[in-house]
């Protein structure tokens, strides 16, 4: 059996919520030291609860709980400030990242930088910044702190990234150079990128419209491949909103 757990005032966002009983709730928080964890909130559904106003998506938490088995008890929570409240675009983005944190990350595994970079991403959609960037900055962390961070410095070959040239990345595989006389080889070989993308995306530089553009079709070509046929709703509602 393993030993009951006592957590004490760590740093968390609530991912997801659904109700549990007649009163309480199940919630999915994501923690700076625990990782992604599965808490029960007893009562927390009552008017009176003093949990029922702490429990927002998008808001920074302190939390307490314990248990032994991998569905802990929600013990206390409150809120740490400093949060806007997300609206519009910024808060499906918001939902969008929690998304992925839900369907790509392990329960009981502790990325503490990933959590950073959660809070960095949090704070810009706050903030107002532009979304895209945003996302991209998250989606290579996201990426990197899984074990599937993306070739960027070099060809799958080795040979260093070169700025003006077009490239295929493949999967599993890496950039692979196009052929001079190919500069528009099969799509469906890997994704097509130019070697200035692939460049600023290894320094976190997206102050280029190509860049972003050309990021995003990469970034979601990997994103999709490690999902496995999973889909994410908050990508669909994004995408019919584009198309109104």
């Known amino acids: 059996m393993n030993p009951k757990q006592r957590v004490a005032g760590q740093a968390a966002w609530v991912l997801h919520t659904l109700p549990w009983r007649e009163t309480s709730l199940i919630v999915e928080i994501f923690s700076r030291d625990h990782g992604r964890a599965a808490l029960v909130a007893k009562g927390a559904r ?120 077009l490239y295929l990345y493949i999967i599993e595989h890496g950039p692979r150079l196009c052929a001079e006389d190919a500069e528009r080889q099969a799509a469906d070989e890997g994704v097509p990128v130019g070697g200035q993308t692939l460049i600023d995306l290894a320094a976190g530089d997206f102050s280029c419209t190509a860049t972003l553009a050309e990021a995003g079709r990469l970034l979601r070509a990997l994103i999709d491949h490690h999902l496995g046929g999973q889909s994410l709703q908050s990508r669909r509602v994004l995408r019919e909103l584009q198309e109104l």
């Open 46 to 165: 009552r008017p009176l609860s003093a949990l029922r106003g702490v429990l927002m998506a998008f808001q920074p938490l302190l939390l307490d709980w314990s248990g032994s088995s991998e569905l802990k008890t929600l013990i206390r929570g409150e809120w740490r400030g400093g949060q806007a409240l997300l609206a519009g675009r910024a808060l499906l983005c918001g939902y969008y990242l929690n998304e992925l944190l839900l369907k790509l990350t392990a329960r009981e595994d502790p990325h503490p930088a990933l959590f950073d970079a959660y809070e960095t991403a949090m704070a810009a959609l706050g903030r107002g910044e532009s979304l895209s960037p945003v996302l991209r900055r998250f989606e290579l962390a996201l990426l990197c702190e899984l074990g599937y961070g993306a070739m960027l410095d070099t060809d799958g070959d080795g040979y260093p990234i070169r700025p003006g040239r």
